[in-house]
């Protein structure tokens, strides 16, 4: 999620971005194993990017604030040999991710670069969609911050080059809240007693991403390091499931966060109904239209964990049916560069990927928090990487939510949720 005061309608947009994406199973940033990925891949080196002709369609989301065509124009004009084209697919995530399978699925060339969630990209390389652009992402490595170089990394490979990210805060109001915690456990204090926490508590993807940045933070895991195996079943995770459970009990979360996702969290923050806020950088434009007296911080840790926010964003994708690899290359290396993060960050609120863009004084006087959203993406943590992605969130955020809001013990839905994953796991 993420958009800027540009227009509300933008806003809105990035904060379907946001909610989605993923990789490593404990959250790390050093790759996942997922069986049958890479044994037959094509490779795209940097030199097939160098003497690149031809034409490119660029395949990605709606093209809201325009942002996306302005770069294709630019590029188009520093490239004269190679000729970009945008593919605007629809708003929808999910209608995105099932025009890119049907394509894929058909062999077609037609998608040169695959505009994909974070959490798509194991699915994808693993279907034998993507080409491996570890060569590519190698020539660059030290540009990119590292957290999310681990949404592409998959067996030791690269898949996909990072495209923007996406991190949740921790907003407060400053007419109530006086310091920010450093903790969960202060959060949830401070809440009993200055006005109620808010999250996406309904029973969605928004659910699963905040229980896991309170699980990774507590040095939980979801899979095994192979990918093979659910680990979520754990101490770690009975802790954390409790202690939410408990915030829950105490009053310090309000029962009507049941139904809450991004928007309704916000607008619970808006009006006063809480004065502490998890929630995307997004917010910070519409509070401030809103004259909310506000702060906000990256995420706090829980108790002595380090703190860790699950990252969302895009990657891009060479697709495997393209028949301009090199060419896809040329344009991914330029959609991924400083002048375009830049505008991309400064147009639409895109989260660059680029460390050095958070530094840029326009970027700065555009995005007043991009110092702490810099450090809330460091600290920021893939979501498992899984052909089954979906069912493992699923299995997540049904269980989890069964323990928050219906009474399920922690222990029972940690277990239901540990074999439905398993289960998911032995159907690819």
């Given at each position: ?9 933008a806003i809105l947009a990035c904060a379907a971005i946001a ?410």
């Open positions: 999620m993420n958009r800027k005061l540009a227009s509300a309608g909610a989605g994406c993923g990789s490593s199973g404990g959250g790390g940033t050093s790759g996942s194993t997922v069986a049958g990925v890479g044994s037959n891949a094509k490779t795209v080196t940097p030199g097939m990017a160098q003497n690149a002709k031809g034409s490119v369609t660029w395949c990605i989301g709606k093209d809201t604030t325009g942002a996306f065509s302005q770069v294709v124009k630019l590029y188009n004009q520093q490239n004269p040999n190679v000729h970009a084209k945008l593919l605007e697919l629809p708003t929808s995530a999910d209608a995105q991710r099932t025009q890119l399978i049907q394509r894929e699925q058909a062999k077609s060339p037609e998608c040169d670069v695959l505009g994909m969630d974070t959490i798509w990209t194991a699915e994808f390389a693993a279907q034998g969609w993507l080409r491996d652009v570890t060569p590519a992402i190698n020539a660059r490595k030290s540009e990119f911050i590292p957290s999310t170089l681990g949404t592409t990394q998959i067996n030791g490979k690269y898949w996909a080059v990072p495209f923007n990210t996406n991190a949740g805060f921790l907003y407060y109001n400053t007419s109530k809240v006086k310091q920010p915690p450093t903790t969960w456990q202060q959060a949830y204090q401070m809440a009993k007693t200055d006005g109620g926490l808010g999250y996406q508590g309904a029973r969605y993807e928004g659910l699963t991403v905040d229980f896991l940045e309170l699980l990774y933070s507590n040095g939980g895991s979801v899979l095994s390091s192979d990918g093979k195996k659910a680990t979520i079943d754990s101490p770690q995770a009975q802790q954390v499931l409790s202690f939410m459970q408990q915030g829950v009990k105490s009053g310090a979360v309000p029962k009507s966060a049941s139904t809450w996702m991004e928007e309704e969290s916000r607008n619970a923050f808006q009006s006063g109904k809480v004065s502490l806020l998890r929630n995307w950088p997004y917010v910070y434009a519409l509070a401030k239209q809103a004259h909310v007296k506000f702060n906000l911080e990256p995420l706090p840790k829980f108790g002595n964990g380090q703190a860790a926010s699950i990252l969302g964003g895009y990657n891009l994708g060479i697709s495997t049916y393209s028949k301009n690899p090199g060419g896809a290359l040329s344009f991914v290396n330029y959609a991924t560069g400083p002048a375009a993060q830049k505008k991309f960050f400064i147009k639409s609120s895109l989260p660059a990927v680029l460390t050095q863009t958070y530094s840029d004084p326009a970027v700065k006087k555009s995005q007043p928090f991009a110092p702490q959203l810099l450090t809330a993406v460091q600290q920021g943590k893939p979501r498992p990487v899984s052909p089954v992605y979906t069912q493992i969130s699923e299995a997540i955020d049904k269980n989890v939510y069964s323990a928050l809001w219906s009474g399920t013990s922690p222990q029972t839905a940690l277990k239901n949720a540990q074999s439905q994953i398993n289960k998911a796991l032995q159907t690819f």
